[in-house]
Nanobody
Framework: QVQLVESGGGSVPAGGSLRLSCAASGVTYSSYCMAWFRQAPGKEREGVASIYTGGGSTYYAESVKGRFTISQDNAKNTVYLQMNSLKPEDTAMYYC????????????????????WGQGTQVSVSS
């Protein structure tokens, strides 16, 4: 079965940076979409960024464009989220998710489209 494990979360001051990692195992699909979502207390889980392995296309939520970068290391079956210029509103639990295949749905960043989820890693940005 597919398993996703996130790491790299922590507490940083506003303007700081963090690099999140998501290690995937048990993936048998020829191509798939991997994404990062986040959820703050009392808020809906929202899509942050996604990447489609069948070409490397990336997609971002408007709120993080220019600050976050999603990338992948195919050899290590790992996806990363480089977060720069962090703001207090970025504070949330960040989750890694995988959508089998999904060349069209990847860009939508809709949580109901994703089949597998990691446990989450906390990101806290202080003012």
């Amino acid at each position: 079965q597919v398993q996703l494990v996130e790491s790299g979360g922590g507490s940083v001051p506003a303007g700081g940076s963090l690099r999140l990692s998501c290690a995937a195992s048990g993936v048998t699909y020829s191509s798939y979409c991997m994404a990062w979502f986040r959820q703050a207390p009392g808020k809906e889980r929202e899509g942050v960024a996604s990447i489609y392995t069948g070409g490397g296309s990336t997609y971002y939520a408007e709120s993080v464009k220019g600050r976050f970068t999603i990338s992948q290391d195919n050899a290590k079956n790992t996806v990363y989220l480089q977060m720069n210029s962090l703001k207090p509103e970025d504070t949330a639990m960040y989750y890694c998710a995988l959508l089998p295949y999904g060349p069209l749905r990847c860009s939508g960043l809709r949580r109901t489209d994703f089949s597998y989820w990691g446990q989450g890693t906390q990101v806290s940005v202080s003012s």
